[in-house]
């Protein structure tokens, strides 16, 4: 999805779902069958059958809720003025700002290579943001911002718009 006009530019990243929220989600289903299996016999030894169609659907419910949220994360970047917004949405509803970075104070950004690694372990970078489906994208990209305990290093892929937003508000910082 991709929007834009001459004011801001927004994008979002297809997610992937991630092995450990299948496992998790495998979990939780597992826990709710069983949960479901000792409900039924509950209820028939007692001969409570007329509870199952109330407590079955309540069950089920209670299983897409807990489950909604590893079905699937996405990335957003979100560029404003000279501010760069970047979002995790996580099963398609819940919306967490990872950084918000004023794009004039990037102190670098190249391309995720192996030869540019020393360049973003001599910055020092405190945190780490990881805003990427996974490390085997194409046109990734390692922005480094922030001053002294507050150094970050995030990495995330950027499209041609995206490095002309940069390169518009920030020339220095592109390097190659």
Not at 136 to 163: H, P, Q, V, W
Request: charged letters at 25%; a positive charge.
């Amino acid at each position: 999805m991709q929007s834009e006009n001459r004011f801001a530019y927004e994008r979002a990243l297809p997610g992937r779902t991630q092995r450990k929220n299948r496992l998790i989600r495998l979990l939780f289903v597992a826990l709710c069958l069983f949960a479901g299996a000792i409900l039924i016999f509950v209820c028939f030894f007692f001969g409570l059958a007329w509870l199952l169609f109330i407590s079955l659907p309540i069950l089920e419910t209670i299983l897409i809720l807990l489950t909604r949220r590893f079905w699937s994360r996405q990335y957003e970047y979100s560029f404003f003025g000279e501010t760069l917004t970047v979002s995790r949405i996580d099963g398609g509803s819940k919306r967490k700002c990872m950084a918000e970075i004023d794009l004039r104070k990037i102190s670098a950004a190249f391309p995720f290579e192996e030869s540019n690694r020393k360049k973003a372990e001599a910055f020092g970078a405190r945190h780490s943001i990881y805003a990427i489906p996974d490390l085997a994208g194409e046109n990734l990209y390692l922005i480094l911002f922030g001053e002294g305990k507050e150094r970050t290093l995030l990495c995330m892929e950027l499209d041609e718009r995206s490095l002309s937003i940069i390169r518009f508000y920030n020339r220095a910082a592109l390097t190659k």
